[in-house]
Every structure is written in structure tokens, then in C-alpha cells.
T-cell receptor, first 112, second 114 residues
């Protein structure tokens, strides 16, 4: 049973436009959410996070939105750059549990 | 600072064999977590080690075991390998007291079971 789902395996956008990556979760105990970026032959690197007490967190070109009632979060990248091309993973955690539950990832390709 | 390092980079084994993967955490970190990433999937939590003890465990059989040494480095052992154990194995290190976003991942070990 997938508790964190990323239903779009891939996404292509033009350089300069907005990239929107989506993530849904089923476990209402999750209270902290993260986005990771992964390049080939490298480990995932932390990008941005949001606590369940917030509905938006912004860091430069990256913004994460959380809709708790819909159990949905999204990552917005504006403007998108070719260097943003990577696999993006959504991850969730709950309370004192120190483990992360990941989605299956979305391959973002930013076209020049 | 070398960050999180893992060895070997790639490994090929046959069914029924045993394998040991190694992880050196980022300098100053005391906690190591292991994840399995199957092809086309996200990383799946195996277990976490702190103070040389397994603190949390995901939904993995006892064939998967680990160890943490006094210098905080860690090993992941998998016995009686199955074809389905073929995956990228990721190690992540952090301070136990740190926030989730302060967990750093290594590049992984690619295990192929034939």
C-alpha cells in the first residue's frame, strides 16, 4: 500500500516556465513533508520542506504548497532552468518516527 | 568534508549468496539509516542505527541486518539473496536530534542479483 504517491512519472516544461510537481498521501499521521532532488549516480539531496502547521513554504525559486484536507502537496519551480532536470521525490514523516516514506518520483525535464 | 560515502559502487551477486554494503556518515553525524530503491520506485526505509543499536525498522525480512561501529560507520548485510533484492541501496546520515531536512544521502550501492 503506497502511502505517498506521485502519479506523474515524468514532466517536461520549457525553460523559464513554471514546473508543478504533485504528490498525494494517505496517512493522516504524516506531519512533515519534504522534496528531494536526485541526479543520476548521486544520492537524493534535500530541496525544501513544510510542516503540517503551514500551507506554504518558499525558498527562492521553489515553493511547496500543502493542502491537508485533500492530503495533497505540490512543488512549484519558477522559473524553471535546464539544471533543474532531475528526478524529484516527495517524502513524508510522522511524529517521532525517524523514517521517511517516499513517493516513486517524477522525472522533470526542462527544455532549453 | 567528504559527505556520506558508500562502498562498493556496484556489486553483482548470485541468488543465495550473502552481501555486505558499507557506509561512512558525514563528519559529526551519529545516526545512519538505510534505504532500498528498486527500479522505478522511491527509496524504502530498511532500518536506522544509533549508538550501535537498531532503533527503527521498516517492513523488511530478517535476511536484512545491520551493524553500526563505534566510529558511526555502518554495514548492511543481506543473506540468501533473491532476484528481488536487486536495487540501489542508499545510506543516509544525520544527527539523531536533527530535523528531517538535515539528513544527507550517499550516492548508493547498485546491487544486481543474478
Amino acid at each position: 500500500d503506497q502511502q505517498v504517491k506521485q502519479n506523474s512519472p515524468s514532466l517536461s516544461v520549457q525553460e523559464g516556465r513554471i514546473s508543478i510537481l504533485n504528490c498525494d498521501y494517505t496517512n493522516s499521521m504524516f506531519d512533515y513533508f519534504l522534496w528531494y532532488k536526485k541526479y543520476p549516480a548521486e544520492g537524493p539531496t534535500f530541496l525544501i520542506s513544510i510542516s503540517s502547521i503551514k500551507d506554504k513554504n518558499e525558498d527562492g525559486r521553489f515553493t511547496v504548497f500543502l493542502n491537508k484536507s485533500a492530503k495533497h502537496l505540490s512543488l512549484h519551480i519558477v522559473p524553471s532552468q535546464p539544471g533543474d532536470s532531475a528526478v524529484y521525490f516527495c517524502a513524508a514523516a510522522s511524529g517521532s518516527a525517524r523514517q521517511l516514506t517516499f513517493g516513486s518520483g517524477t522525472q522533470l525535464t526542462v527544455l532549453p | 568534508d567528504a559527505g556520506v560515502t558508500q562502498s562498493p559502487t556496484h556489486l553483482i551477486k548470485t541468488r543465495g549468496q550473502q552481501v555486505t554494503l558499507r557506509c561512512s556518515p558525514k563528519s559529526g553525524h551519529d545516526t545512519v539509516s538505510w534505504y532500498q530503491q528498486a527500479l522505478g520506485q522511491g527509496p524504502q526505509f530498511i532500518f536506522q542505527y544509533y549508538e550501535e543499536e537498531e532503533r527503527q525498522r521498516g517492513n523488511f525480512p530478517d535476511r536484512f541486518s545491520g551493524h553500526q561501529f563505534p566510529n558511526y560507520s555502518s554495514e548492511l548485510n543481506v543473506n540468501a539473496l533473491l532476484l528481488g533484492d536487486s536495487a540501489l541501496y542508499l545510506c543516509a546520515s544525520s544527527l539523531l536530534s536533527a530535523s528531517y531536512n538535515e539528513q544527507f544521502f550517499g550516492p548508493g550501492t547498485r546491487l544486481t542479483v543474478l
